[in-house]
């Protein structure tokens, strides 16, 4: 367990935020303060009507945000008022859910917080639909907390009209989601492989399937490991492809009786990732399939 805060606790490559020491330094130590700071900082680009507003087509974010002290600055560019103040959505730094994980676990971090982004299928987008989804999870002194910085008042009452109950009786609390709330792709990919979760269910709109759920669970083992990928539609909306990267991109007919254990074997090791973080690291280093290709960094 030392050996995994121990991991947490620092910033990697694309979550490093050294250079705003000044403009965090105004911010509360306390986890649910910073991942509502988030909020007031990042505008979903898919939710943008529903804040009254429209985005012109180049204003789209498409995943171009990959370190997260680029998206801090243009947060800053926007409006260089301190990062305790909430923008008006209009001028909030356009974003996914990825960015909405990956900032909140870099504040965290930088804040003395151990945290990661978690990567996986949200079950609060609808009633029979596991959804594409980013989360983060930081460590409260006693227990990973699973946050989705991204779902604010206004989203989280969003939700009934599409027949989600988040009602005072109801299981789901963002800042405090369960296993059944968010399976991240370890258990995604169990679930499916054991037949206990139909693939066709999983996915994002029209872009569904096994072979989906394999590549949430590449990216989250790599998120892991703090190198997190962009989400899936971020490059195919931008006409690129995830060929580089061999085990995300097969299909489910190619794979080798080796490659589907592999699978199965990070999958499990993400169930319990303080028990088997170093087993996880070891893993990436040594095993190119599990590797993200450089490239794939590159904006898009």
């Known amino acids: 367990m030392n050996k995994s805060i121990e991991f947490f606790s620092t910033a990697g490559r694309f979550t490093c935020l050294s250079k705003y020491k000044e403009q965090l330094g105004t911010i509360a130590n306390n986890p649910e303060c910073i991942c509502q700071i988030v909020q007031g900082l990042l505008v979903h680009d898919a939710w943008t009507e529903a804040y009254g507003f429209q985005l012109k087509p180049e204003e789209f974010h498409l995943g171009a945000n990959t370190y997260m002290s680029d998206l801090l600055g243009?947060?800053?560019a926007l409006d260089p008022r301190p990062l305790t103040i909430a923008r008006m959505p209009e001028n909030r730094a356009v974003a996914c859910c990825r960015e909405f994980?990956?900032?909140?676990?870099?504040?965290?971090?930088?804040?003395?917080?151990?945290?990661?982004?978690?990567c996986g299928l949200a079950r609060y987008f609808a009633t029979d639909f596991l959804c594409d989804h980013w989360i983060v999870e930081y460590w409260n002194g006693t227990r990973w907390v699973m946050n989705d910085p991204q779902i604010d008042p206004m989203q989280l009452s969003t939700l009934p009209k599409w027949g989600i109950d988040v009602g005072v009786n109801s299981k789901l609390n963002v800042h405090d989601l369960t296993d059944d709330n968010f399976y991240v792709g370890g258990k995604a990919w169990k679930l499916c492989r054991k037949g206990e979760v139909d693939p066709m269910q999983c996915g994002i709109m029209d872009v569904r399937g096994l072979w989906f759920v394999r590549g949430q669970l590449l990216r989250d083992f790599a998120a892991l490991n703090k190198i997190p990928p962009v989400v899936h539609l971020a490059r195919v909306l931008h006409g690129l492809d995830w060929k580089t990267w061999k085990l995300m991109s097969m299909d489910d007919n190619d794979m080798t009786d080796n490659e589907l254990s592999l699978l199965d074997y990070i999958a499990e090791l993400t169930l319990d990732v303080d028990s088997n973080i170093e087993e996880i690291q070891k893993l990436y280093l040594e095993n190119e399939l599990l590797q993200v290709p450089e490239e794939l960094f590159l904006a898009v």
């Open 74 to 76: 243009k947060v800053i």
């Open 101 to 118: 994980a990956n900032l909140a676990c870099a504040m965290l971090i930088a804040k003395g917080i151990p945290a990661r982004s978690r």
